[in-house]
């Protein structure tokens, strides 16, 4: 199936295989054997890669092991990590692969909440720690967030969140901030400044969904989680759905959006329930 620029990137940030002609993105683990121009790349990149892809064959997987390369024109042009880490190799581009580059770098920097997810289980499965994926999690760690570095999003661990927020910020300091928290409390659509110490950690944990990279990031994990991707996908449908407008409807009726560290502006959003005015 071909696609468009845009619905080829769109599939980037889920980790799809894609195929727009001039730009494709490929899923190494089902290609292993046929990822092509690996040893055309100058040094060091290419044998770098090559040596990074036959390591994967033999099932050995490090940190820098590629689990998405995105081609223009035949070269690859960025790729990113099992740890969702984002390589764009220095390499002599026509002006279509440097913009091609471009395009992917942004897309893969800000993937899709549930391939985050999902590498991060893998990779807890491969340096042999308990299972923390979200449906086990649901029936073993009541009032916990699952949290991870800003730096190394795949690197995660559950976090109670009780009665002491100041316990829950220092604890959870590290992975993930917790400023919003009392933006969140007094957000007209939060708890509009009305708090209990016996609920709050109930109520935050129920409410609170994740964090994003945009309301745009949101969107795309809210259709996912819907279906609607590969519905609106396989029925060609894709052109036609106004995006923005259910964006709009999102966030005006479904959910409310706390920027994260208000005060550095670009570091994404914390997304919460929306609680109905009165």
Request: aromatic letters at 8%.
């Given at each position: 199936?071909?696609?468009?620029?845009?619905?080829?990137?769109?599939?980037?940030?889920?980790?799809?295989?894609?195929?727009?002609?001039?730009?494709?993105?490929?899923?190494?683990?089902?290609?292993?054997?046929h990822?092509?121009?690996?040893?055309?790349?100058?040094?060091?990149?290419?044998?770098?890669?090559?040596?990074?892809?036959?390591?994967?064959?033999?099932?050995?997987?490090?940190?820098?092991t590629?689990?998405?390369?995105?081609?223009?024109?035949?070269?690859p042009?960025?790729?990113?990590?099992?740890?969702?880490?984002?390589?764009?190799?220095?390499?002599?581009?026509?002006?279509?692969?440097?913009?091609?580059?471009?395009?992917?770098?942004?897309?893969?920097?800000?993937l899709?909440?549930?391939?985050?997810?999902?590498?991060?289980?893998?990779?807890?499965?491969?340096?042999?720690?308990?299972?923390?994926?979200?449906?086990?999690?649901?029936?073993?760690?009541p009032?916990?967030?699952?949290?991870?570095?800003?730096?190394?999003?795949?690197?995660?661990?559950?976090?109670?969140?009780?009665?002491?927020?100041?316990?829950?910020r220092?604890?959870?300091?590290?992975?993930?901030?917790?400023?919003?928290?009392?933006?969140?409390?007094?957000?007209?659509?939060?708890?509009a400044?009305?708090?209990?110490?016996?609920?709050?950690?109930?109520?935050?944990?129920a409410?609170?969904?994740?964090?994003?990279?945009s309301?745009?990031?949101?969107?795309?994990?809210?259709?996912?989680?819907?279906?609607?991707?590969?519905?609106?996908?396989?029925?060609?449908?894709?052109?036609?759905?106004?995006?923005?407008?259910?964006?709009?409807?999102?966030?005006?009726?479904?959910?409310?959006?706390?920027?994260?560290?208000?005060?550095?502006p670009?570091?994404?959003?914390?997304?919460?329930?929306?609680?109905?005015?009165?």
């Amino acid at each position: 199936m071909k696609y468009t620029i845009a619905e080829a990137l769109n599939e980037m940030r889920q980790l799809h295989g894609a195929d727009a002609g001039r730009l494709r993105g490929v899923e190494v683990p089902y290609h292993l054997d046929h990822l092509t121009g690996l040893d055309t790349m100058p040094a060091p990149w290419g044998a770098r890669l090559v040596e990074l892809i036959e390591a994967r064959k033999a099932d050995i997987i490090t940190a820098d092991t590629p689990h998405y390369v995105v081609y223009s024109h035949d070269l690859p042009v960025a790729w990113v990590t099992v740890h969702a880490a984002v390589i764009t190799p220095d390499l002599p581009m026509s002006p279509i692969q440097a913009k091609h580059q471009r395009q992917a770098a942004a897309v893969l920097a800000d993937l899709n909440r549930d391939t985050l997810r999902k590498l991060a289980d893998e990779r807890d499965q491969r340096e042999g720690r308990p299972g923390t994926g979200e449906a086990d999690s649901e029936h073993t760690m009541p009032d916990a967030l699952r949290v991870a570095p800003t730096a190394d999003p795949t690197r995660t661990r559950w976090v109670r969140v009780g009665a002491d927020l100041d316990a829950a910020r220092t604890e959870v300091a590290r992975p993930v901030s917790l400023s919003t928290v009392g933006n969140w409390i007094d957000d007209p659509y939060g708890l509009a400044g009305h708090v209990d110490p016996q609920t709050l950690p109930r109520q935050f944990a129920a409410c609170y969904i994740g964090r994003f990279g945009s309301h745009t990031s949101y969107l795309q994990h809210r259709m996912d989680q819907q279906g609607w991707t590969d519905l609106l996908r396989t029925s060609g449908m894709q052109p036609y759905f106004d995006r923005r407008r259910y964006e709009m409807h999102l966030f005006a009726h479904e959910v409310t959006a706390i920027d994260v560290d208000g005060w550095r502006p670009g570091l994404g959003i914390e997304v919460f329930h929306r609680r109905p005015t009165t």
